[in-house]
């Protein structure tokens, strides 16, 4: 049987690095997620509003016009 070789300790650390990176990566990533879809489902609800409002000016604008043409 042949003996087992030593692994480098650069190898090592180069793999421990890489491993601890991808859990941190995780983490940061599910604490993340939520706080993201919150502020598109804001940022969503604030459009709906915005395009409302544009569309009442747009009404009202149109109405006005028809009235001074009268």
Known sequence: M???VDVSPLSK???HSVLMGIVHG???YD???PIAEE???IAAEEKKKCEEMERIAR???EAN???MLK
């Open 2 to 4: 042949i003996p087992p």
């Open 13 to 15: 650390f180069g793999r």
């Open 26 to 28: 995780k983490k940061r």
């Open 31 to 33: 604490h993340s997620k």
């Open 39 to 41: 502020e598109s489902r």
């Open 59 to 61: 009404a009202l604008a």
């Open 65 to 67: 016009k028809d009235s």
